[in-house]
């Protein structure tokens, strides 16, 4: 349909611009959402290798042992981190009057 409008009016640069604008933010946005994911498995594998050094070395029941002493500590300081976002705000819920 944009061809055909082309044809009678041919696009500004400006206009061609503000296209090209959009598709390389769009572009860019899937580039840092690939880059995050990447970072994630790379994460995610160096655990996993230090796990598995850990297991090889002391053997598991002692990784085991060492993992389940530090899980409450972590679970509780979990539970006492604000939730906080940098830029967003929470809205407070109201009750509605129907």
């Known amino acids: 349909m944009r061809w055909l409008a082309n044809l009678f009016s041919p696009p500004t640069p400006e206009k061609i611009a503000e296209r090209e604008l959009q598709d390389m933010r769009l572009t860019l946005f899937q580039a840092e959402r690939r880059l995050l994911e ?14 598995l050094e850990d297991v090889a070395a002391k053997g598991v029941e002692d990784v085991v042992d060492k993992r389940r002493a530090a899980a409450p500590a972590a679970i509780e300081s979990y539970a006492q981190a604000p939730r906080v976002a940098p830029g967003l705000t929470t809205v407070p819920i109201v009750p509605s009057a129907a």
Not at 41 to 49: I, K, L, P, S, T
């Open 38 to 51: 990447a970072q994630m498995q790379v994460a995610y594998y160096r655990d996993m290798v230090a796990f």
